[in-house]
């Protein structure tokens, strides 16, 4: 693996960033010369790391820790990593929001899964959630590099600081999650099912701390990501793709909700955090009708399809079978649970027998 290309190491473990490319693009063309630096600069250093950074992911694997053990960084603007630790497990509080947002943001993704799904952390095995806090200088993103979380504070103008999504830190984590699971090859549909099982986890992480039922929860993503000088709710909408934002220096939300809608573009690996609007959108649908907390039936649904059904190449066609298949293994073939996933798919244009 030493000498493996990056090109091909960049195909193995792809790095996952909140923040989509079509996003950056808009700001790089429509933003004033300030914003255009931002995106810029953000762009080119996802695309430096997405080379460097993996390299030393896969030559330098995480340390598994047997428990829940979070480990804090500061980054102090720079662009090594992990940085300066600053908190550790058990340690109190810091003064500083973005390290306790991180510590409390991995805790709870960390408790969801153990506590919902009977996991031991993003492997399984009880890898160590390492996070690094202010990375770069007003990085609009933050990102799951195989190894660890990263997040960027932010410009202040379009993007707060990214620690303050809880669900944008499940969103990233369960990107680990998935690299050791199914393993959803990053272009394509593959891709956009790797998107969503992030956005569903992400927005489940929020639920279950905010012990929502489906029916009270918002279904957006990144909703504490926007300033208040951008309009728009969220970086992306579950309930209703296409709906989240529409503001002259972003441009206006993409995601499709429906199959007749899907783009095939030739940027973000085939329109990766694009078309995962038609199976965030599947979730939604099937976790509202089958009402209550959505992480006990249709969470445990798509995580049992992740890990242990869904192969590499999978679509969505196959997403939709397996994940009915499953539905009807715990709940009972033709019962209320798999009529709700099998209607939830066919309302986005993916019909299952």
């Known amino acids: 693996m030493v000498g493996a290309s990056v090109a091909s190491i960049a195909s193995l473990r792809p790095l996952h960033c909140i923040i989509p490319p079509h996003m950056l693009r808009e700001i790089a063309q ?35 820790a047997g428990a829940k053990r979070r480990t804090i960084y500061d980054a102090r603007q720079g662009e090594d990593l992990p940085g300066a630790l600053v908190r550790g497990e058990g340690d109190p509080k810091s003064k500083d929001p973005a390290v306790n947002e991180a510590y409390d943001g991995s805790g709870a993704t960390y408790d969801l899964f153990r506590t919902v799904f009977d996991r031991n ?13 202010h990375y770069g200088r007003a990085y609009d993103n933050a990102f799951w590099d195989g190894r660890q979380m990263v997040y960027g504070d932010g410009d202040g103008r379009l993007f707060n600081r990214f ?19 199914a393993g959803l090859a990053y272009r394509g549909q593959s891709g956009a099912l790797n998107e969503s099982f992030s956005d569903v986890f ?52 993409p995601q499709p909700g429906h199959m007749r809608d899907y783009q095939d573009v030739e940027y973000d690996n085939g329109g990766v955090h694009i078309n995962s609007g038609i199976p965030n959108r599947a979730f939604y649908l099937a976790a509202m009708e089958i009402g209550g907390y959505a992480w006990e039936k249709a969470g445990r649904i798509w995580y049992l399809a992740l890990r242990d059904r869904l192969r590499r190449t999978a679509g969505f066609q196959k997403a939709a079978e397996i994940t009915v298949l499953v539905a009807g293994d715990l709940y009972g073939k033709g019962k209320k649970e798999q009529k709700a996933v099998r209607n939830g798919w066919k309302a986005v244009g993916v019909t299952v027998k």
């Open 30 to 64: 429509r933003g004033d010369p300030d914003q255009q630096a931002w995106a810029f600069g953000t762009l080119s250093l996802s695309e430096q790391l997405r080379g460097q950074r993996q390299v030393l992911g896969l030559l330098a694997p995480a340390t598994p």
């Open 121 to 133: 952390s993003i492997d399984d095995r009880g890898l160590r959630l390492d996070s690094t806090v």
């Open 163 to 181: 620690t303050k999504s809880i669900d944008v830190i499940g969103h990233e984590l369960t990107h680990g999650v998935t690299q050791y699971e």
């Open 202 to 253: 992400g927005s489940l992480v929020k639920q279950w701390k905010r012990k929502q039922k489906a029916e009270r929860a918002d279904w957006l993503i990144g909703k504490a990501l926007l300033t208040a000088k951008v309009h728009g709710t969220a970086i992306r909408s579950m309930k209703a793709p296409g709906t989240a934002y529409d503001d002259p220096v972003l441009g206006k939300d």
